[in-house]
């Protein structure tokens, strides 16, 4: 089906009375996610936001929960506060992202209620990519510009209008609110097709990294990868799928929160343990554990790869480090015999 | 610019075949059009890579204290001033390295070149332009018009240490008024600096590019880093971000060389450039000194005068 | 024994600043203590740090002073020549007239944040540089400005 930009608008502006809408919106020459009350505020036309959506499901700081000690009474507030929301103009990278950090917030025994309160109260309006980056990457890790993996509902540009699909029952359910729907003309089916066919330029081969990390702990091609690797956390903080964080306390006499703050394993002090001793105290080891944790350990405990191919590490990192030319030196590097 | 390119690999394979250093580090083409990359050459046969052009954006200072061995390096103006500081500060030893001077035209900035032709796709130089072919748009750009904000008023292109000289020196033009664009700042009134800074301060996301691109900022634990005491608490608002960053301009004063690395290392695009320029300004009004010019002046902070201004005293 | 007028109310609830003040051990520290043994009143809304120099001042002691919530700031040593330490302020000297100016640029307010030489036998000089502190301090009201953080570090949400 298909819907004009219009009705859509209307639908849109609707829906933003109602829900907190978080939409690609011009920041300073480029793009960020913020929240929107009108359609008419949203960025027609827009590669992606400099940094990943993950914040809206997992801040960079938060505050868990905060105590106060008055006498010998501690009160301990809960501090998450959680709107309904819909997030606008997701790309199928980002989209696929969020569903590889549910895995990680996400286990048998354990499911993060900050992460999960704000990700069940939000419905993805995904957007499929109309143009391509010479950075981006995404059909060499089995998604695609126009991949509704992930979206509640997914939305084709067809210039000036939306084919729009649910995906889920959640989409089901905001679309039902829709108005205006009609049937696609041949003409929007065939810039459909077009569009759905679309790769990525940048190719990558990752067919068999997983297999090939297995044996390549001692490898020396870590010796020289990471030599221009400045340690810090530029590509972690604008990966969608880095997750690391550190838990404090901030505390001011008798009062104070316990907050989640992001972190990155490229810092050097990121395996500091409390006894002095840093395991990762080596860039060389670092930089293995950044390929090894998304090409490897992840996919031998998630079953897939932590990374969607969104370019942004490539974009944002001060020395150029590229994951891609990582992932072909990987793939090169000679297997060491024992 | 050819013939220095050659020069700068003739001389690099020597140093390497000879075994004078261990290491060459200079640049080569990076991944991405209009992008250089920091490497490492460790074989002759490799020198080839080296490249030297307006793209050679990084300094590579902040290498060389954590390269072990005998290290050579490509240094521009401003890279060799922050050797100087780090030979001054006993973070290097001179016989450990072999400079490679360069005199530098200036670096480009690909986000003004971005702002205008989108994400870019593919570009090339010669003579002085740069032909871009971009998401958004192609377009022809002169260099001048793109070069790097710290570069469009440096007055020291050419290396102030240096073991051998490649290609020409670099005539500087006298600006007409020193710090202009810290003076633009000042004539502002307190609330509309106040506005800006908490704008830009906002932008912060606490990568830590800047500090780490920085060859000054080589503390073994770095203030932010510290938990007792713990001066940040890891939040993230602009408050936050104006103290790491006021922090660290203040610890860089009378050392900061002015390179530009850190605004061009941001991802966010903040203008980290800001402080550091006004805490220049101020050392070379109060006490007329420039970072790394010559050995034998001490850093500003080291040495003081029985005159030192003291305006800054309360009035009781 | 009476304690004299004071400054602080409790009844009409006016703004009273907190002020940190860094003191430095041989002269400021000294210069309060004989404000203090020779009765000479200022505002108790200063609390006192002793370091021992001027020239131990970090600038980040300021800058964390207020994001915990200071409203003003008041840095103290010896006068240039008479350190105790020789050069201490010297030093101290350059470092102050930097943090001092990058301060009022990026918009902190003129006033929050004070330097003073103060030797050990200036005790009435010493009442006099806190009450002139204090007015300017209290003139520009409670400190929501540039470094105040929010308890538990601030989102810019």
Redesign the interface.
Known sequence: MKISKEKFGQSFDALAAEYQVIAPVSD???VSFKAVKKFSEVKQDY?NS??PPKSFFF?????LL?YKKEGKEVTVKNELKVEKTILFGIRPCDAKGFLLLDKVFKNDQYTDPYYFERRDNTIIVGVACN?I???CFCSSLGLSPASSVGSDIFLIDLGDSYQIEAISDNGKFLLGGFEGLEELSNEDQTLVDTIQSAETTSKVDVSTITAKLDKMFDSPYWD?LH??C?????C???CPTCHCF?I?E?V?KN???R?R?WD?CM?P?FTLHGSGHNPRDQKKSRWRQRMLHKFNYFVHNNGDIACVGCGRC???C?????I??AIDGVNKAELVVD | MTSTIDELRKTARQLLTDGKVDVVIGYEK????L??????VRSPQDVDKLIWDETCE?NLA??VAK?SGKKAIIAKGCDSRALMVLLQENQLAREDLYIIGVSCQGVIDQ?KI??ET????AASLADGKISVQG?ECDKVFSFTEVKDITCQTCRYPNPVLEDVHIGGSIEVTEQATAFADVIDMENKSDSERKAYFKEQMS?C?R???C???CPLCYCQECFV?CNSPKWL????DSAENLMFQTGRALHLAGRCVECG?CS??C???VDIRALSRKVNKDVKEMYNHESGLTEEVKPALNVYSADDPEAFLVKE | MSMGESLVNTETKAFQPKIVAFLCNWCSYAGADLAGVGRFQYPATIRTIRVPCSGRINPLYILKAMA??ADGVLISGCHPGDCHYMSGNYVARRKFALIDSLLKHVGLEEGRVSFSWVSAAEGVRFAEVVKGVTERVTALGPNKGVFKVE?????N?
């Open positions: 300073a020459g480029s590669l400099k940094l801040p960079q700081h938060e505050k905060s143009k980056a010479p950075t020289t030599e221009k400045l340690s810090c956390n530029a972690s903080f604008s550190d404090s901030e001011l009062e104070g929160s907050v703050t990155g810092a002090l490539i974009k944002n001060p020395v150029n480090l590229d891609r030319q | 990076g991944s991405l059009p992008k250089a990359t920091p490497c490492f990084n902040a290498f390269t986000r971005e702002t989108g994400e870019i796709i998401i932008k996301i990568c830590y590019a500090r780490n691109v880093d608490t890891g939040g993230v690395a061009r290392a991802p966010q695009g | 915990n919530g308890e538990g570090g601030g989102t949400d």
